[in-house]
């Protein structure tokens, strides 16, 4: 567990990068529907930042004793996520 042993500054930045992926990822999409009417745009990135998925993958990640590892995949990922959902509907509106 190495997020225990050792609590430098990197490991928490990390930390906070992927817990703010998983609120974003959230609070993006109904944003997103508040302000344009519609659902955000389809494709993988949409589907890598489902909740479901989300808790899916951290489930595994503390099965194989891998959950720090696990949440800065998951985290990264919803942050790729949001990024290109909001890029194809800034393309859609314009």
């Not at 990822?25 to 989300?54: C, H, V």
């Not at 808790?55 to 290109?84: D, K, Q």
Request: charged share 15%.
């Amino acid at each position: 567990m190495y997020w225990l042993t050792c609590l430098g500054a990197a490991v928490r930045f990390r930390a906070m990068l992927a817990l703010t992926g998983f609120i974003m990822a959230s609070y993006t999409k109904k944003e997103f529907m508040i302000r344009y009417q519609s659902k955000p745009p389809g494709g993988l990135l949409s589907r890598l930042i489902k909740r479901d998925l989300r808790i899916f993958a951290i489930m595994l990640g503390a099965i194989a004793n891998l959950p720090y590892e696990t949440m800065l995949l998951v985290g990264s990922l919803s942050h790729i996520g949001i990024g290109g959902m909001l890029l194809k509907g800034h393309k859609q509106v314009l």
